[in-house]
Every structure is written in C-alpha cells, then in structure tokens.
C-alpha cells in the first residue's frame, strides 16, 4: 500500500508553447469567484506550486523596491540645505542614483498598467465576438450568456488606486523639477507636501500584493468589503454632524470667547473631537452660555460618539464576520490572480523560472500524506450529535433483545414427571393455543419494532454519509476515505450483528414454544 497522492496538475495547465486562446481552469475559476472550486484539492495544489515558485515574490519584490526608492527620495527632499541649493555635488551623487531608479521602476509600474489595459480590452473584444458567434449558432439566446464577464474585464480597465498613485507621482516630480530649476520656497513647501501625500499612497499601495498571503489576506481583503458600511455611516453621521455644526456656529462661533470655535475650519474639527472624546473647551462655552453648552454638547456626545460610533463597530464586526468566514478560500483566490496577472501581464519575466516545471515535474506530482489534519469543530459537534443518535438506536436493539429473551419457555425437568404421576395434569391444548397465539402477537409487534429501528438506522447512516462527504470538501481527501470506511463498517457490521441475534432468538424461541 502506498502512502503517497497522485496531482495530474499538467492537466489543468495548457501547453507553453499552445498558440490557441482557451483560458486556463485556473482563469475560468478566478474569473467566475467559484470559492467552491478553489478549494478543491488539485487546484489547492496547483495554486501553491505557482505560488511557491514564482508568484510569491517577483510582484512584491518589485513593488518593495519601488516604494523604498520613492520614500528615500521623500527623505532626501525634505533634508535643508544651508546653501540653497536642491542637490550639492558630489556628495549627493547617490540622491540622484535614486531619483534614476525611482523613476525606472515607475516606468516599469505603469508599461505593466498599460499592458493589463491593453489585455483586458483585448480580452473583452474575444468575449464579444464569442458572445456573438454563440448568439448566431443558438437563435434563442438573444443576449450574452454571461454578462458578468464584460462587467468583470470592464473593471479591470480602471485601477483607480494605481493610477491615482502615478498621478501623484508625476506631479511631484514635476514640482520638484520645479524646485531644481527655479529654486523657490514656495515650490519646495508644495513639493514636501506633495511628497508627503505620495508617501502614504505608496506604502497603502502595497496592500494590494501583500492580501494574497494567507496570514494577512483576510484582513486586507476585510479593509475593502467596509467600504460600503463607511458610506453608510458618514451619512448617518452627516445628519448628526451637519445641524451640529450650525447650531455650535450660531450659539458660541465667530467670538474670541471660544478660540477654537473662532472660524468654521477649527469649529469643524473641534465637532470631530468632540465626537472622538477628546478635548475641547467646554469651560468656555459654558461661560458664554451655560445652557446652551450643556444641551448641545450632552447631545451631541451621545448621539456621535455614543450611537454612531458604536454601530459603525457593530457593522464592521459583521463585514468582517463575512469576509472571515471564508477566508482560506478568499487568500487562496487572490494568490490565483496574482499568478495570472505575472502569466499575462508580465510574460517577460517569465525567464526568471521554469516555464515547463508543471509539465515537466508535475505530471503527476507524487505526495506523502499528511496525517496532521485539523478537524472543524462545528462538524466535529454534529458527528458528535449523530454518534449519540446511532447508540440511543443501538440501545433500543439491545432493549428489545432483553425482552424476548422471557419469551421462551421452561423445558420440562426431571422432576416433572413425579409431578403428574402424583396427580398434576398436564397444560391443555387451549392453554397452548392461547399462548401460541400471544407469542405470534409479541413476535409481529417486535418485527414492526425492527423494522423501524432499521429504518431509523438507514436515515441516520445517510445522515453520516453527507456529513462525511461535506467535510472532505474542505479537508484532506485521505481522511474522508478513513472516517467513510471506518465509520461505515463499524456501523453496518454492528447492525448486522443485533438483527441477526434478535432474529435468531425471536425463532428459536418460537420453536421451543411450539415444541
């Protein structure tokens, strides 16, 4: 018996070198969001073996490198140089190093923006004239037959988060090249602040490489599922918010009494604080007007940083109850887009691995078992619950065993023919009849009994078998061969055992009887 598992992972991959444009079962997969078909064993096992060597690193590498470069340039700006001058040679020979590879890594960034653009647009324009072709060959399908699809290429078109990061980019080096040439102070003031801006982009940006690991994925993924609750709840907080802010202008803004209610700007942040507990100048408002103060400040606490804020948490909680629920499957889907965006929009470096590892290597790819298998325990509680119903049903068998066991009667002994010599008369043929008669009673009673019961026994082994074969979709095939041949045997066999016993005894003490 080997203890090893067979992946034909070649199967599902095409050729190297195929010139036909069938998407792959992984890209149909992704494509479609079937967390279902993620999750089986063969395409877990090819998704790691991509992942493992290449995926995992030519993305996030590149990215590491460009946001290190940017924010050392950031850095470097925002030094101050006594003699007025952006850059001193030589001793700032390695800043423009910097600036260079900076800058070629933004090239790089956004010809593989560019290109996913372009592979989608061409991947839309296949689709359509699919579509069509598949419209003219079936006259009653008069639209496409999946429309998700056009929605799905369409948004990839737009990387919002991308583009507004390249922008950010080219503007501030364009203001710094302005600073260069015309060495002005407002213009390195804007850079700086531009500067400081594009720093947070960056460094966020890279949260979009880092969620296809399955450690830090589902939290990722969380941050862009809330943002509909954030929509929702700066609405709710606007409605608070906004007549808030007008009634604190009317009573205590625009005096010298409140400094920090003294303009809109500072009377709007003020409101924010006070939403978050902070501090803020209660003592003056209640000298300009302490019942004012009270009402509008006790108010508003309770309505913004009592209610509001807690039902954000609560909607966050939920969302994130959501996305955690599934979230191996979620992980293992964006390590499945990340592979096909270096297989499609990066095929130069592609010479970085081996492109025919999987036919070469992994057809089949041979495995030791894993015996380390973690068992969920909700299904562990319901396989617990079903084990409890199989004894209690096994119970009764035995329960039933025990009462036809008085049915059979005494066989005569030696003293019993004293008995009758010495006057006793034997059990008439009425009596025998009578009792004969009440036996068959007992025995069609306890055959519905039993049928019953193995009735019971039938819905509760299929019962098992479900829960068995439920567990095995997100768990080592190996161990639903195990638990489904144990679990079945031990079962079927002691079942077998008590019906063929309690038969057994049910007849044999019917015959005794009518001997």
Same mark, same amino acid.
């Given at each position: 018996?080997?203890?090893?598992?067979?992946?034909?992972?070649?199967?599902?991959?095409?050729?190297?070198?195929?010139?036909?444009?069938?998407?792959?079962?992984?890209?149909?997969?992704?494509?479609?969001?079937?967390?279902?078909?993620?999750?089986?064993?063969?395409?877990?096992?090819?998704?790691?073996?991509?992942?493992?060597?290449?995926?995992?690193?030519?993305?996030?590498?590149?990215?590491?490198?460009?946001?290190?470069?940017?924010?050392?340039?950031?850095?470097?700006?925002?030094?101050?140089?006594?003699?007025?001058?952006?850059?001193?040679?030589?001793?700032?020979?390695?800043?423009?190093?910097?600036?260079?590879?900076?800058?070629?890594?933004?090239?790089?960034?956004?010809?593989?923006?560019?290109?996913?653009?372009?592979?989608?647009?061409?991947?839309?324009?296949?689709?359509?004239?699919?579509?069509?072709?598949?419209?003219?060959?079936?006259?009653?399908?008069?639209?496409?037959?999946?429309?998700?699809?056009? #929605?799905? *290429?369409?948004?990839?078109?737009?990387?919002?988060?991308?583009? /507004?990061?390249?922008? @950010?980019? %080219? !503007?501030? $080096? =364009?203001?710094?090249?302005?600073?260069?040439?015309?060495?002005?102070?407002?213009?390195?003031?804007?850079?700086?602040?531009?500067f400081a801006v594009v720093v947070?982009?960056?460094?966020?940006?890279?949260?979009?490489?880092?969620?296809?690991?399955?450690?830090?994925?589902?939290?990722?993924?969380?941050?862009?599922?809330?943002?509909?609750?954030?929509?929702?709840?700066?609405?709710?907080?606007?409605?608070?918010?906004?007549?808030?802010?007008?009634?604190?202008?009317?009573?205590?803004?625009?005096?010298?009494?409140?400094?920090?209610?003294?303009?809109?700007?500072?009377?709007?942040?003020?409101?924010?604080?006070?939403?978050?507990?902070?501090?803020?100048?209660?003592?003056?408002?209640?000298?300009?007007?302490?019942?004012?103060? #009270?009402? *509008?400040?006790?108010?508003?606490?309770?309505?913004?940083?009592? /209610?509001?804020?807690? @039902?954000? %948490? !609560?909607? $966050? =909680?939920?969302?994130?109850?959501?996305?955690y629920d599934n979230a191996l499957?979620?992980?293992?889907?964006?390590?499945?887009?990340?592979?096909?965006?270096?297989?499609?929009?990066?095929?130069?470096?592609?010479?970085?691995?081996?492109?025919?590892?999987?036919?070469?290597?992994?057809?089949?790819?041979?495995?030791?078992?894993?015996?380390?298998?973690?068992?969920?325990?909700?299904?562990?509680?319901?396989?617990?619950?079903?084990?409890?119903?199989?004894?209690?049903?096994?119970?009764?068998?035995?329960e039933i065993q025990r009462e036809?066991?008085?049915?059979?009667?005494?066989?005569?002994?030696?003293?019993?023919?004293?008995?009758?010599?010495?006057?006793?008369?034997?059990?008439?043929?009425?009596?025998?009849?009578?009792?004969?008669?009440? *036996?068959?009673?007992?025995?069609?009673?306890?055959?519905?009994?039993?049928?019953?019961?193995?009735?019971?026994?039938?819905?509760?082994?299929?019962?098992?078998?479900?829960?068995?074969?439920?567990?095995?979709?997100?768990?080592?095939?190996?161990?639903?061969?195990?638990?489904?041949?144990?679990?079945?045997?031990?079962?079927?066999?002691?079942?077998?055992?008590?019906?063929?016993?309690?038969?057994?005894?049910?007849?044999?003490?019917?015959?005794?009887?009518?001997?």
């Amino acid at each position: 018996m080997t203890r090893q598992q067979f992946y034909y992972l070649h199967l599902l991959e095409p050729e190297p070198h195929c010139k036909k444009k069938a998407r792959s079962p992984a890209g149909v997969i992704v494509r479609q969001g079937k967390l279902d078909l993620i999750m089986h064993p063969v395409v877990l096992k090819l998704i790691t073996v991509k992942w493992d060597l290449y995926a995992a690193w030519i993305l996030l590498v590149l990215n590491f490198l460009f946001i290190l470069a940017w924010t050392t340039v950031a850095i470097s700006v925002s030094v101050v140089r006594d003699k007025g001058r952006p850059y001193v040679f030589p001793e700032d020979w390695w800043r423009v190093l910097v600036v260079v590879l900076a800058l070629l890594l933004t090239a790089q960034e956004v010809f593989r923006e560019v290109r996913e653009v372009q592979v989608s647009r061409r991947k839309l324009r296949r689709w359509q004239s699919w579509s069509i072709k598949r419209i003219n060959e079936d006259l009653a399908c008069t639209h496409p037959m999946w429309p998700e699809e056009r #929605h799905y *290429l369409e948004e990839q078109i737009r990387n919002i988060f991308d583009w /507004l990061v390249y922008v @950010l980019l %080219i !503007a501030v $080096l =364009s203001l710094h090249l302005a600073d260069i040439f015309l060495v002005s102070g407002s213009l390195r003031v804007y850079s700086l602040r531009v500067f400081a801006v594009v720093v947070i982009f960056l460094w966020l940006r890279l949260m979009k490489h880092v969620r296809a690991f399955r450690v830090m994925g589902p939290f990722i993924v969380m941050l862009g599922k809330i943002v509909g609750d954030v929509l929702r709840f700066l609405f709710l907080y606007a409605e608070i918010y906004i007549p808030y802010a007008c009634a604190f202008w009317i009573i205590f803004g625009g005096t010298a009494a409140v400094p920090s209610m003294q303009t809109v700007p500072k009377l709007l942040y003020s409101l924010y604080r006070i939403t978050l507990v902070d501090e803020y100048e209660f003592d003056a408002m209640v000298a300009v007007d302490s019942i004012m103060a #009270h009402l *509008l400040c006790g108010t508003f606490l309770a309505l913004s940083a009592v /209610l509001c804020v807690n @039902l954000m %948490i !609560a909607l $966050l =909680s939920d969302t994130f109850q959501r996305v955690y629920d599934n979230a191996l499957a979620n992980a293992v889907m964006q390590q499945a887009a990340i592979i096909l965006q270096v297989e499609e929009a990066m095929p130069r470096l592609r010479r970085f691995y081996d492109n025919h590892y999987i036919h070469e290597h992994c057809a089949p790819l041979g495995e030791y078992y894993d015996d380390d298998v973690t068992t969920d325990r909700y299904q562990y509680a319901e396989m617990k619950k079903i084990t409890s119903q199989i004894k209690d049903t096994l119970d009764e068998f035995l329960e039933i065993q025990r009462e036809s066991e008085p049915c059979a009667p005494k066989q005569p002994h030696d003293g019993d023919d004293d008995d009758m010599g010495s006057g006793l008369r034997r059990p008439s043929s009425v009596e025998k009849g009578g009792s004969l008669k009440s *036996l068959h009673l007992i025995q069609r009673q306890q055959s519905m009994e039993i049928s019953a019961l193995r009735a019971d026994v039938r819905e509760l082994q299929t019962l098992l078998l479900q829960l068995i074969h439920s567990q095995t979709t997100y768990e080592d095939p190996r161990k639903k061969l195990y638990s489904r041949q144990s679990e079945d045997a031990q079962v079927e066999a002691e079942n077998r055992r008590k019906e063929s016993q309690i038969e057994t005894d049910i007849r044999g003490c019917g015959k005794r009887f009518r001997e």
